[in-house]
């Protein structure tokens, strides 16, 4: 992980117990915050995709940074002719393709069952016709498909289908826990998608979730975030107790006789 600091003292860490909701301002300031950080995205091109290529790339950004996301979707890409060569390509094959990424034995698999069930469906991989079917009835037709999940239906739907969908994979999930933005307690997939679609608005969807994604990359790990570099630690409730942690810790350090 670059950057990564490895703790140097004995601290009680809060996100694995008891969490605390922002204060309605310090929320707004953490999303202005998000918003901010996300003005500056490293790459973009996945918003000019076609649906199907969307969907591609969905697959591949769920739970990896842009710049991960980036080099596997373009490596498929230049590694195969076209999407039918990767429907009959073997799973190792794109296993390489796809390095970098994790688990990138379910994503082959996922890939692959993808294009041929697009490929049985359609005898073709062109799916723009999904611009023409409104907005809910597509929604629901991405979400069908059996690679299909409920992260790469909102990716595709904020990306490529102009709707309001803010999709949710893990870093996401841990970031918006810790940020106090939804309840700890909620951990079902779909209830926290609602609950960041009623707080985001729609013109900003893309600019939230490219925000949290970089804060959970640059800073919110998942094992030791970087709190102290954080630039959301003044208004992130988690990031306070941790501060408040390192204090007292030490405090107790400097007390003890030598
Ligand atoms: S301060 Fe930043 S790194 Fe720390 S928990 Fe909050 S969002 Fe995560």
């Known amino acids: 992980m670059p ?4 703790a140097s003292t004995s601290v009680t860490i809060p996100w694995e117990g ?8 310090n929320k707004q300031r953490l999303f202005t915050q998000l918003l901010t950080l996300a003005e500056h995205p490293a790459g973009g091109f996945e918003e000019t995709l076609p649906v199907l ?7 591949c950004r769920e739970n990896a940074t842009r710049e991960q996301a980036d080099s596997a979707f373009e490596n498929l890409k230049d590694r195969f002719f076209d999407w039918n060569e990767i429907r009959v390509s073997t799973n190792r094959e794109l296993e390489e393709a796809m390095e970098g990424l994790s688990d990138t034995e379910t994503r082959a698999q996922r890939l692959i069952s993808f294009l041929q069930e697009v490929f049985e469906t359609d005898f073709s991989f062109d799916l723009e016709g999904m ?8 929604a629901k037709a991405l979400v ?12 595709v739907v904020q990306r490529s289908l102009g709707g309001h969908a803010i999709p949710v994979d893990a870093p996401t999930l841990r970031c918006a826990q810790r940020l106090g933005i939804i309840d700890a307690e909620v951990e079902e997939i779909e209830a926290v998608r609602a609950t960041l679609e009623h707080l985001v608005p729609k013109t900003k969807n893309q600019a939230f979730t490219d925000g949290i994604s970089e ?6 790990w998942e094992e030791e975030p ?5 630039p959301l630690r003044a208004d992130c409730p988690t990031g ?9 810790a030490g405090r107790a350090t400097r007390a003890k006789p030598r």
Request: with cysteine; net charge neutral; charged share 15%.
């Open 226 to 230: 970087n709190c102290s570099a954080c």
């Open 240 to 248: 306070q107790e941790v501060g408040a942690g390192a204090v007292a």
């Open 131 to 138: 611009h023409k079917k409104g907005l809910k009835v597509a």
């Open 144 to 155: 069908r498909y059996g690679a299909s999940n409920d992260y790469v239906g909102a990716w």
């Open 215 to 220: 804060v959970a990359e640059q800073f919110c």
């Open 3 to 6: 950057g990564h600091v490895p």
């Open 53 to 59: 290529e969307q969907f591609i790339y969905g697959l």
């Open 18 to 25: 008891e969490r605390h909701m922002a204060t309605t301002t």
